[in-house]
């Protein structure tokens, strides 16, 4: 009988082939960079989705407690992705243009995953599903996201078995449109921040929110950054309008009526 192979971390972590899913097209070391990044960012997102999809569960089943777990992550996640622009700045305009001319009509603009982490967060744009028609799956993954209610529609909902007064038409709608923002969800968040001790479970999931909000405003804004700082105000790769366009993403708000109400406190 053939012993079994015992595990080592290579073997675990599936190094050989991890560390070979790097593909120059050019000899520079600044393209290899470029890569790395790219991909871990990947990585982080396929985590973020996970978490995600575990912290909808939770407030479906008005288990919120065990959702700020997940929400925590993710925002702690978001921070990384974030500080990983100061690595990819470290690439001077001039390293960039030396092997731009290679990705072609490639963009980050058209990663699945970020669509799909924006539709869970509930910002709804189907004009993105076109850019995964050569792959079927990523594109499916996306169309489910985009159908399904999102993390804020699961939230709304718990407002709703919580005894607040919630229109019908927002707990059963076509969810694959974009959450127009509500006077009704924001009174009623407004009584949960007015009065967190009765409230305080959803006074905390309103807070975890918040913070994926924040943190993805201050990625959205860095990415701006960086990308000013390589390549100024060029057109993008993919066809993209570059910095302006961007610069256009920045004032997005998954949960507008997080934001809005604090005026009225």
Same mark, same amino acid.
């Given at each position: 009988?053939?012993?079994?192979?015992?595990?080592?971390?290579?073997?675990?972590?599936?190094? /050989?082939? #991890? #560390?070979?899913?790097?593909?120059?097209?050019?000899?520079? /070391?600044?393209?290899? #960079?470029?890569?790395?990044?790219?991909?871990?960012?990947?990585?982080?997102?396929?985590?973020?989705?996970?978490?995600?999809?575990?912290?909808?569960?939770?407030?479906?089943?008005?288990?919120?407690?065990?959702?700020?777990?997940?929400?925590?992550?993710?925002?702690?996640?978001? =921070?990384?992705?974030?500080?990983?622009? /100061?690595?990819?700045?470290?690439?001077?305009?001039?390293?960039?243009?030396?092997?731009?001319?290679?990705?072609?009509?490639?963009?980050?603009?058209?990663?699945?995953?970020?669509?799909?982490?924006?539709?869970?967060?509930?910002?709804?744009?189907?004009?993105?599903?076109?850019?995964?028609?050569?792959?079927?799956?990523?594109?499916?993954?996306?169309?489910?996201?985009?159908?399904?209610?999102?993390?804020?529609?699961?939230?709304?909902? =718990?407002?709703?078995?919580?005894?607040?007064?919630?229109?019908?038409?927002?707990?059963?709608?076509?969810?694959?449109?974009?959450?127009?923002?509500?006077?009704?969800?924001? =009174?009623?968040? #407004?009584?949960?921040?007015?009065?967190?001790?009765?409230?305080?479970?959803?006074?905390?999931?309103?807070?975890?929110?918040?913070?994926?909000? /924040?943190?993805?405003?201050?990625?959205?804004?860095?990415?701006?950054?960086?990308?000013?700082?390589?390549?100024?105000?060029?057109?993008?790769?993919?066809?993209?309008?570059?910095?302006?366009?961007?610069?256009?993403?920045?004032?997005?708000?998954?949960?507008?009526?997080?934001?809005?109400?604090?005026?009225?406190?």
């Amino acid at each position: 009988m053939t012993e079994p192979v015992p595990m080592t971390y290579a073997r675990y972590l599936a190094l /050989d082939t #991890l #560390l070979d899913a790097q593909h120059p097209r050019s000899d520079l /070391d600044d393209e290899m #960079l470029f890569i790395i990044i790219h991909q871990t960012k990947e990585l982080w997102l396929k985590q973020i989705i996970r978490e995600m999809r575990f912290a909808k569960q939770q407030i479906r089943g008005d288990a919120l407690v065990p959702a700020y777990k997940a929400l925590a992550r993710i925002s702690r996640i978001q =921070a990384v992705m974030t500080l990983s622009w /100061d690595v990819l700045s470290t690439m001077t305009p001039s390293d960039y243009t030396r092997f731009r001319h290679v990705l072609g009509p490639s963009s980050g603009f058209q990663s699945d995953q970020f669509r799909t982490v924006e539709y869970m967060l509930g910002l709804k744009d189907k004009a993105f599903l076109k850019y995964q028609e050569d792959r079927p799956a990523a594109q499916a993954a996306m169309q489910a996201a985009l159908e399904q209610p999102s993390i804020w529609d699961e939230a709304i909902a =718990a407002l709703a078995r919580a005894g607040f007064d919630i229109d019908p038409d927002l707990l059963d709608r076509d969810f694959a449109r974009p959450h127009e923002p509500s006077e009704q969800v924001e =009174a009623a968040f #407004l009584d949960v921040y007015r009065n967190p001790e009765k409230y305080w479970e959803l006074y905390q999931l309103a807070e975890k929110l918040v913070d994926l909000d /924040d943190a993805m405003a201050t990625w959205r804004h860095k990415h701006v950054l960086t990308v000013e700082r390589i390549i100024g105000g060029k057109m993008g790769t993919g066809g993209t309008a570059g910095v302006s366009y961007l610069q256009t993403t920045v004032a997005k708000r998954a949960f507008p009526e997080l934001w809005s109400l604090r005026t009225q406190l």
